[in-house]
T-cell receptor
Framework: EPEVTQTPSHQVTQMGQEVILRCVPISNHLYFYWYRQILGQKVEFLVS????????KSEIFDDQFSVERPDGSNFTLKIRSTKLEDSAMYFC?????????????FGPGTRLTVL | RKEVEQDPGPFNVPEGATVAFNCTYSNSASQSFFWYRQDCRKEPKLLMSVYSSGNEDGRFTAQLNRASQYISLLIRDSKLSDSATYLC??????????FGQGTTLQVKP
């Protein structure tokens, strides 16, 4: 069964450093998403991406964040200058056109720890 | 009012019990809803979509009440492996998923 993959599984970084989180969505999917989950809190939407551009972004997704689809398979989330409060699980998700009910499938996540 | 509200629990039930979770949502224009399951420190996994007419998948039944803006999930004959956090999700109108806080279920032997 096709699945979303993410690397790395765990990233530790110093405050102020740049990080890039990588995702490979399901191959025939066209809509891509990033969510995050701070420990003990709910899953929160960050950004959606379709047709090589951002469709929607949340208030969390400020100018320190960017997304890119550099080739036909990868989808990346960059945080330019990490803050302590960026520590969270970051989940990538994807959806195909056939999902009328907007069924999104999630990758295993990257645990980001900012020290 | 929170966009999606759930009782966090935990619900502690014996194996074989029937348990029901409820969820309310605030956006009356929302069209589709889901239940996801999340195991500790893992990704949310789609359990089932919630249709207006209600739907059943094995031991799981989901219901939607649009008039009351209320969604439910019923689990029959609980198994130990059902222990997890169940996330109520509003698909909204724009594609992003709006998650509730989750309801924790512990099934005991």
């Amino acid at each position: 069964e096709p699945e979303v993959t993410q690397t790395p599984s765990h990233q530790v970084t110093q405050m102020g450093q740049e990080v890039i989180l990588r995702c490979v969505p399901i191959s025939n999917h066209l809509y891509f998403y990033w969510y995050r989950q701070i420990l003990g809190q709910k899953v929160e939407f960050l950004v959606s991406f379709y047709n090589n551009e951002i469709s929607e972004k949340s208030e969390i997704f400020d100018d320190q964040f960017s997304v890119e689809r550099p080739d036909g398979s990868n989808f990346t989330l960059k945080i330019r200058s990490t803050k302590l409060e960026d520590s969270a699980m970051y989940f990538c998700a994807s959806r195909g056109l056939a999902g009328y009910y907007n069924e999104q499938f999630f990758g295993p996540g990257t645990r980001l720890t900012v020290l | 009012r929170k966009e999606v509200e759930q009782d966090p629990g935990p619900f502690n039930v014996p194996e074989g019990a029937t348990v029901a979770f409820n969820c309310t949502y605030s956006n009356s224009a929302s069209q589709s809803f889901f239940w996801y399951r999340q195991d500790c420190r893992k990704e949310p996994k789609l359990l089932m979509s919630v249709y207006s007419s209600g739907n059943e998948d094995g031991r799981f039944t989901a219901q939607l009440n649009r008039a009351s803006q209320y969604i439910s999930l019923l689990i029959r004959d609980s198994k130990l492996s059902d222990s997890a956090t169940y996330l109520c999700v509003d698909s909204g109108n724009t594609g992003k998923l709006i998650f509730g806080q989750g309801t924790t279920l512990q099934v005991k032997p």
